[in-house]
């Protein structure tokens, strides 16, 4: 469904007597039946039109005739519309022209199911079949394949994660130029290619995109990135039972034999921020811990995982074991998780009864690591080996521990 605040501005605009559409993505996953997000908008209004006749406007895109504006709380691109002249990088246009068919700025798109418009009532501009490509389930490029990737290369990985979020075959000269201008990828910002590899990841089929990728070696000039498609493809199809996108990279990462720090190594190499990248060498070091079995659901001893990780790190854990069992469908680790949890007299190190400052002053010792330690080990007691969580017990068990510390320092000094 088209959100009314977009409606609203095809209608300002119509009621100043231009044109305007729908296009591209919206207009196709309309037809689809699928939620749309991004709306976009295309009008022969020129850019100083747009900004008049929307006071609340930014122009995020003036060179290339794009206006951002805004409806309510939305905001839209409208862009006039245009053709482009030479790429010069494989990426972007030197200079764009303002036009006034509809037809001519729908030709520069990439995809035949993206070039495609819509107006207020529902009357679809179709010059490229799209709206047959839909039906027949395929993605074909707009005109001549080897034009459209030369002009921009990205192109290339976005025909394959369109594929990946669809379904959809790729035709056969379009396919073909796929592995033919793969080395035009060297030209395209890494941090770009990620974000359509993510999307891929986080796709419907990502065990096709995964097969498109291998097959066209599209991915030569990131070899890293390559073998962990090429090794992860078998395992691929169990991504969409996960969540989250680093959950989904995490585990082709770990199908595809990565250990921890090379996980984190390929993240880096594709300019992931560093939270990310942490949390999924986090995410592949406990799976190779537990090393859980293809298909083979096992006990999982989820005590000192929680002590260790906490209730939301587990509970995306028991995710990523779910979707390695896929075949089984086997819910008793996630029964396990939930009871041990609830089972937990203690559920952090917030809640102990005695803080470090209370530790220090009881046991009369100067400030050091020691305090972690000890307070660590009472959160262990406490929330799985039944130490009551008062205030006295507690200072009783630390001491007992600074006592056993110091009498195995004083064994290790003897000898």
């Known amino acids: 469904m088209i959100k009314e605040q977009a409606m609203q501005v095809l209608r300002r605009l119509e009621d100043a007597g231009f044109e305007a559409f729908f296009v591209g993505g919206c207009v196709r996953d309309w037809l689809l039946g699928r939620t749309v997000h991004d709306i976009d908008i295309c009008t022969n209004a020129h850019p100083s039109d747009i900004m008049q006749l929307f006071p609340r406007h930014y122009p995020t895109g003036l060179q290339h005739g794009t206006i951002s504006v805004m409806e309510g709380s939305d905001i839209f691109e409208v862009t006039t519309y245009r053709t482009e002249g030479k790429y010069d990088d494989y ?26 418009a819509m107006d207020l009532k529902g009357r679809i501009v179709d010059p490229f079949d799209g709206r047959r490509d839909l039906r027949d389930r395929v993605i074909r490029a707009v005109g001549d394949a080897d034009t459209r990737f030369q002009e ?16 959809f075959q790729i035709e ?3 396919y073909q130029a796929l592995g033919k201008h793969a080395p035009l990828l060297k030209s395209i910002a890494v941090e770009r290619i990620r974000d359509e590899l993510t999307k891929l990841v986080d796709s419907s089929f990502p065990d096709e995109g995964c097969r498109l990728l291998d097959e066209t070696n599209l991915l030569g000039s990131l070899p890293r990135i390559a073998e962990v498609f090429h090794c992860g493809r078998e395992d691929a199809w169990r991504l969409p039972r996960l969540g989250s996108f680093l959950q989904k990279w995490s585990l082709l990462f770990y199908a595809a034999g990565q250990t921890d720090e090379s ?33 083979q659901p096992r006990p999982i001893d989820w005590g000192k995982l929680l002590l260790r990780y906490g209730w939301d790190f587990c509970m995306q854990v028991d995710m990523l074991l779910q ?37 220090q002053r009881a046991l009369g010792r100067e400030p050091g690591s ?15 080996r039944g130490l009551p969580n008062t ?19 004083g064994d290790i000094k003897g000898v």
């Open 91 to 116: 990426r972007r246009p030197s200079e764009v022209a303002f036009v006034t068919d509809i037809r001519q700025d729908l030709a520069r798109r990439d995809f035949t199911i993206n070039a495609m």
């Open 152 to 167: 921009d290369a990205l192109r290339l990985v976005r025909a394959v994660r369109f594929a990946a979020a669809l379904g």
């Open 172 to 174: 056969a000269s379009t």
């Open 263 to 295: 996980a984190r190594q390929a993240a880096a190499s594709l300019r992931m921020s560093k939270r990310e990248r942490e949390t999924i060498k986090a995410f592949v070091s406990i799976l190779h811990e537990l090393s859980p079995a293809w298909d």
């Open 323 to 359: 979707a390695i069992w896929s075949r089984q469908n086997d819910r008793e680790s996630t029964r396990t998780l939930i009871e041990t949890y609830e089972s937990m007299p203690v559920k952090s190190l917030g809640e102990l009864a005695v803080t470090g400052s209370e530790l």
């Open 370 to 384: 020691w305090i972690g330690r000890v307070l660590q080990s009472l959160y262990e007691q406490t929330a799985l």
């Open 391 to 409: 205030y006295q017990a507690l200072i009783e068990a630390a001491k007992k521990e600074v006592e056993a510390d110091e009498d195995q320092a």
